[in-house]
């Protein structure tokens, strides 16, 4: 299997200084002072895009096909053709398939990933074109951050133990992003599709009381344990998902969410979800 080449031992980016052309965009684009997250609708697969004060862009996993441009072009300006950085929480198609078309249409700073490779045929088609554009690859697992000024994303999963598993699933990046607004702060949880297993070991581990969760595997019952939804506590649970056969999400996971109080919203219902942050306040908005 063709593996996307990868650079070792970096563990912080600043990404206010990590590009020229990131300067040109806030120059140019007069950049959002808010920090702005999207839950896009992708069908049944995983896709977040937070854009940071000042422009800058990150996105989280691109779903399991092209429809992720069209969600980018609806949200970003026409002239605006650059992400910062691109991060795959792990290997499994519905995560990373849309990253092709991407790649395709806009130019990118760095790709992150758990240094697992794909066993998809597509995986090779991603690891090819990663290659050719000479984009930067860095491998992060656990206790590895990416920061921007007072903002920051950090990793919490996967461990070694974990990401050697053979289930690709408990190899996801879970990654709380702490918004620094003032004197408030303002938490997010992106769980790509990590499972009880996970669940269980960022309890033990991790004060993980987020504002915001997205939530795990699609809302498969396999994840978001009460055990899991009770230290979570979040406000608002997004849950990306798409027509499937699964069952997703499911009557466990909807009733876990609603007995913590937590707002829900879908994107096979909602379509794609908005939230803009400032100062502790969260505005949400649906399409």
Request: hydrophobic letters at 40%; glycine letters at 8%; zero cysteines.
């Amino acid at each position: 299997r063709k593996r996307i080449p990868r650079i070792l031992g970096t563990i912080l980016i600043f990404l206010a200084v990590f590009d020229f052309l990131i300067w040109k965009s806030i120059i140019l684009n007069k950049p959002n002072s808010d920090t702005e997250i999207y839950f896009l609708d992708v069908g049944q697969g995983d896709s977040e895009l937070v854009i940071l004060p000042g422009g800058i862009k990150v996105l989280i996993d691109a779903g399991p096909n092209s429809k992720v441009v069209n969600e980018l072009e609806s949200i970003l300006r026409p002239t605006d053709r650059y992400i910062d950085l691109l991060v795959l929480s792990h290997p499994e198609t519905d995560h990373f398939n849309g990253f092709i078309d991407v790649l395709k249409r806009y130019q990118v700073g760095a790709f992150i990933y758990n240094g697992r490779a794909g066993t998809a045929q597509s995986w090779k088609e991603l690891a090819k074109i990663v290659e050719e554009n000479k984009i930067q690859v860095f491998i992060f697992g656990q206790g590895d951050k990416i920061k921007n000024q007072d903002d920051f994303f950090e990793i919490l999963l996967p461990n070694a133990d974990f990401l050697r598993s053979k289930e690709l699933n408990d190899t996801s990046l879970a990654i709380k992003f702490v918004n620094n607004g003032g004197q408030t702060q303002t938490n997010i949880l992106f769980t790509g599709d990590i499972g009880e297993k996970n669940e269980k070991y960022l309890v033990n581990n991790f004060d993980i009381k987020v504002d915001i969760l997205k939530v795990g595997h699609h809302g498969s019952k396999y994840s978001s344990s009460n055990y899991f939804l009770k230290a979570v506590n979040p406000k608002i649970a997004a849950i990306e998902v798409g027509k499937n056969s699964y069952g997703h999400p499911t009557k466990e996971t909807l009733n876990g969410l609603a007995l913590v109080g937590a707002q829900i919203f879908r994107t096979d219902q909602d379509g794609t979800i908005k939230l803009i942050v400032n100062s502790g306040e969260i505005n949400i908005f649906k399409k």
